[in-house]
């Protein structure tokens, strides 16, 4: 446990002080064997006077009050053990992606780092609640100058973070992306209508909240690459606004920077009369999951149930059974589909079972109530398959309803998805599953980064909150890439590079602790980051805390293999190989020159002439230099020939 003797702090209210040491209860529980409470006490720090009223602290001290620790360190003391593996990961990925130079030409340094920061917050600790971010992140390796507060960061996301921006970033993402390949995809596209109780939102307006209630509400479209999970875009738009004219506006965006939408994956929120219309109207491929109630579905469902329940000749694996068949989606429409209905025979039994279980719980609990006579109740979703006994008036006992049970246990693990064309039942069914990529992303967003509740005021404020969502939901997605080469789960993954580190020694600076156990170095390999790369982080930490000069724009080394082995040391003997190149390939300039004169050299014309004659050879063999000044030669250079007249006239004189 680390003790920071140089730093004195007051002894806490709550703390209690035994033999010098200085502890909190953290727990406490009544124990009946000894008859009284058994404490779990939390060591702080030592007394470091006689009154005991301040004392030293240690690393649970920080850990438990961080503003305090700082207001008397006064921001100089850097804690003692940092944790880099997660900021590691993010800037090699980011850096190899251009998503953080992206961010720093957009956004300026101070506040991409910051963004890096938050997004790397909401990663490791699946929150976007700002007042968590100084305690929790106190001893993370950040990409900002310091250890910023939340008001400090609200304020920056609320007012430094525009939204042209946010937009410009956006654009070059999206190039990015086609740069990547991502030209020609089958878009997952999903959304969320969160209820808004913001003041100040342009963007919050009545409509269809998820959660049924009569508030305002903001939309939010999340676009995602069908085959591999890129996240491409996303948007933030009234709430009143259809979703389906949203869509077609993202699709219409995504045209202008060349990626071609061959297809759309849609969920049930997408799945109404307007979105199949526009997507008809636009030539679009389709996929969509059928709402219950839709015409389709209901067809479906009484034509072809009986058939594929636990039949073999409809059976497609994994206790799946299909078929599919050409019908409307909605009576109103006269378009055509191809619609697969499909039986999932496992999630239908369990969820049937789950059903008769609650169903004759309820009933046995309301029974019991009224044996004893107290007054009973069932609860709203039993009661469609609940019938009351009436005697004298007053309901005597509960009876299951059994036909109306089984009928809804029938339909249990039963879906319809829809196509444009006749792409078969296991086809179809196929590029449905692609939207897990969308489901799994979207669901990140809206659980692991917190982004189901924006948890700020102000419309720049909500829409910076999604922004940084996005910036961290590309990142997770980048880490889950390299996961998925290296056969690792992410969760674990991320606990685990949390344990990746650089220590502070007593000159006050930082060194790499290489301590990686073989998952670490597969992972760190995927991300093309070798061990060298701690040091090299804990030599920058070292700058910024001592004050050097440093750049605010992070960076790592470049570890470009195929100019390592060009640079690598020739071992000793001839190359393989070299002893049978070619006569053409051999250079003139590497062979070397053997004594007397060349080969024909005598034979060889003169320099700008095709061909020398005997007399010509003879003559430039047989010449010799006459006395006296070659002829011209006084006019070669004007200061010679001033010098040559002056030591001539003292001839002349003489």
Not at 4 to 12: L, R
Not at 553 to 576: F, I, M, N, S
Request: hydrophobic content about 35%.
């Amino acid at each position: 446990m680390a003790k920071f003797s140089n730093i004195v702090v007051d002894i806490p209210a709550d703390a209690f002080v035994v033999s010098g040491r200085v502890y909190v209860i953290t727990e406490s529980r009544y124990c009946k064997e000894r008859q009284y409470n058994m404490d779990s006490r939390l060591t702080i720090g030592w007394v470091n006077d006689s009154s005991k009223k301040t004392m030293n602290p240690n690393s649970n001290y920080v850990a438990r009050y961080p503003r305090e620790f700082n207001a008397a360190a006064n921001g100089k003391l850097a804690p003692v053990t940092k944790r880099c593996g997660l900021y590691l990961l993010s800037l090699a990925l980011s850096q190899a992606n251009g998503l953080y130079s992206t961010l720093v030409e957009c956004c300026g340094p101070e506040t991409a780092n910051a963004i890096m920061d938050f997004a790397n917050y909401s990663i490791l600790f699946k929150s976007n609640v700002a007042k968590d971010y100084e305690h929790l992140m106190a001893d993370q390796l950040l990409y900002s100058e310091k250890l910023y507060s939340d008001t400090w960061l609200s304020e920056r996301f609320e007012k430094h973070l525009t939204q042209s921006q946010q937009e410009d970033f956006k654009d070059k993402w999206v190039r990015a992306c086609t740069r990547r390949g991502i030209t020609n995809v089958w878009l997952c596209i999903d959304g969320s209508n969160n209820d808004c109780l913001a003041k100040e939102v342009e963007y919050a307006e009545k409509g269809k909240a998820k959660s049924h209630k009569n508030c305002n509400i903001c939309s939010y479209m999340y676009a995602v690459d069908a085959i591999s999970g890129t996240p491409i875009t996303e948007r933030l738009y009234r709430g009143g606004r259809v979703d389906s004219k949203e869509f077609i506006e993202m699709m219409d965006y995504l045209r202008r920077y060349s990626i071609k939408v061959e297809g759309v994956i849609l969920d049930r929120g997408f799945c109404d009369v307007d979105c199949l219309e526009l997507i008809i109207g636009l030539k679009l491929k389709y996929i969509i999951m059928l709402k219950e109630n839709t015409h389709g579905f209901k067809t479906m469902y009484n034509n072809h149930a009986d058939e594929i329940r636990m039949k073999s000749r409809q059976a497609i694996g994994n206790g799946i059974y299909a078929i599919s068949d050409e019908c409307r989606i909605f009576s109103k429409l006269n378009q055509l589909s191809w619609i697969t209905l499909a039986y999932d025979s496992r999630n239908g039994i369990e969820r049937a079972n789950h059903l008769y279980d609650k169903v004759q719980a309820a009933v046995s609990t309301a029974n019991e109530a009224l044996r004893v006579g107290h007054k009973a109740s069932i609860d709203k979703s039993v009661k469609p398959y609940v019938t009351p006994i009436i005697n004298d008036g007053a309901i005597s006992r509960y009876e299951i309803h059994h036909d109306s049970l089984q009928a809804a246990m029938d339909e249990k693990g039963f879906c319809a998805v829809a196509a444009d064309s006749d792409y078969g039942a296991i086809e179809t069914l196929k590029k449905y599953d692609l939207r897990d990529k969308s489901e799994k992303q979207y669901m990140v967003v809206k659980t692991h980064l917190g982004g189901g509740v924006f948890r700020t005021h102000y419309t720049n404020g909500v829409s910076s909150k999604g922004f940084v969502a996005f910036i961290a939901s590309i990142i997770r997605h980048e880490i889950g890439q390299i996961c998925e080469q290296t056969k690792n789960e992410l969760t674990v993954a991320l606990r685990e590079s949390n344990f990746i580190c650089v220590q502070r020694t007593p000159d006050n600076t930082y060194m790499g602790v290489h301590n990686m156990n073989e998952r670490q170095l597969a992972l760190f390999a995927a991300a093309n980051l070798e061990q060298g790369d701690i040091d090299y982080v804990a030599l920058e930490e070292s700058r910024r805390v001592n004050g050097t000069v440093h750049d605010q724009v992070h960076k790592l080394p470049v570890h470009d293999q195929a100019a390592q082995e060009t640079q690598a040391k020739r071992g000793p003997g001839r190359p393989k190989g070299s002893t049978k190149k070619d006569a053409s390939e051999v250079v003139d300039d590497t062979v070397k020159r053997m004594r007397g004169r060349p080969k024909g050299a005598r034979n060889k014309p003169r320099s700008g002439s095709m061909q020398s004659t005997s007399s010509e050879k003879q003559n430039s063999t047989s010449e010799k230099r006459g006395p006296g000044r070659p002829k011209g030669s006084k006019n070669r250079n004007p200061a010679v020939n001033a010098k040559e007249k002056r030591r001539m006239s003292k001839l002349n004189d003489v």
